[in-house]
């Protein structure tokens, strides 16, 4: 069966290994969206740490020169350290336009509450927090909700 929203496998994933108490989930299907969202959950600290995995720190190729696997090298998983810290979070579908003035009403219908949780966006400046949206003063699309 073929993922389709990296996203939403990698949030729900998490999540239910958090719930169970795992101090550690192993993501196979990801992309940069995955991993830009995974970084600003560990500088907000809803998770630990987390590590991307290539085909060369995983298998052993001994005749194939150094320079040939650099060249091919890519990642195949990604291993993420739980902080226990997550409730809830999912992803937003379809991914809703917002602009600058628009971010705090959706961020109140998202989140339980002013002060917790975090709503992700994307942005012309890249992927940002409703939060770092809201201080540059610029709109994007909704992706993920997480408390």
């Known amino acids: 069966m073929v993922s389709v929203d990296h996203l ?8 239910n290994a958090d719930r169970v108490g795992k101090p550690e989930v ?27 995995i290539y085909r060369s720190d995983k298998y052993h190729y001994p005749d194939v020169p150094e320079e040939e696997i650099k060249k091919h090298d890519r990642p195949v998983e990604v291993r993420v350290k739980l902080s226990g810290r997550i409730n809830k ?19 109140k219908k998202l989140l339980p509450a ?13 992927i940002l927090t409703h939060l770092e949206a809201r201080r540059l003063g610029i709109g994007g699309r909704l992706l993920a909700y997480v408390y």
């Not at 939403?8 to 999540?15: E, F, G, P």
């Not at 192993?26 to 991307?52: A, T």
């Not at 379809?94 to 628009?102: A, L, Q």
């Open 26 to 52: 192993v993501l196979y299907n990801f992309d940069k969206l995955v991993l830009n969202v995974l970084s600003i959950l560990k500088r907000f600290g809803y998770i630990e740490d987390f590590e991307v």
């Open 8 to 15: 939403a496998n990698a949030l729900s994933t998490i999540v």
């Open 89 to 107: 979070a999912g992803v937003i579908k379809p991914r809703i336009p917002v602009s600058k003035e628009e971010i705090d009403e959706r961020a």
């Open 114 to 126: 002013r002060d917790i949780g975090l709503v992700i966006l994307t942005t012309s400046k890249g």
